[in-house]
Nanobody, 126 residues
Framework: QVQLVESGGGSVQAGGSLRLSCAYS????????MGWFRQAPGREREGVARLHIGDGSIYYVDSVKRRFTISQDNAKNTLDLQMNSLKPEDTAMYYCAAREAPYCSEEFFGSTYKLWGQGTQVTVSS
């Protein structure tokens, strides 16, 4: 059974950093596209960054480029998101998600991901 468990959220001031981690288990292969999504109150869920754990391809949405870094640790089976230079607009519930696929397609919509973690809250104060 596939399981995704996020950790690492919290509260920081603008300009600060947080590191999120998603521990995954139950994968039967490396053919998984994994992503970090976020949803703020009253706003639609949006993709933040994605990584294919098999081929290592990475994609960031423009709003987090040069601030966030997505990475994988194959030894620990974790997908991490290092978030630097945080802004109040980064405040949201952050979710780890995964879908089984030989590669990550260009589309980056939450509706295409079938496996989700429970989420972890990130709050950035000004």
């Amino acid at each position: 059974q596939v399981q995704l468990v996020e950790s690492g959220g919290g509260s920081v001031q603008a300009g600060g950093s947080l590191r999120l981690s998603c521990a995954y288990s139950g994968f039967t292969s490396m053919n998984y596209c994994m992503g970090w999504f976020r949803q703020a109150p009253g706003r639609e869920r949006e993709g933040v960054a994605r990584l294919h754990i098999g081929d290592g391809s990475i994609y960031y949405v423009d709003s987090v480029k040069r601030r966030f870094t997505i990475s994988q640790d194959n030894a620990k089976n974790t997908l991490d998101l290092q978030m630097n230079s945080l802004k109040p607009e980064d405040t949201a519930m952050y979710y780890c998600a995964a879908r089984e696929a030989p590669y990550c397609s260009e589309e980056f919509f939450g509706s295409t991901y079938k496996l989700w973690g429970q989420g972890t809250q990130v709050t950035v104060s000004s």
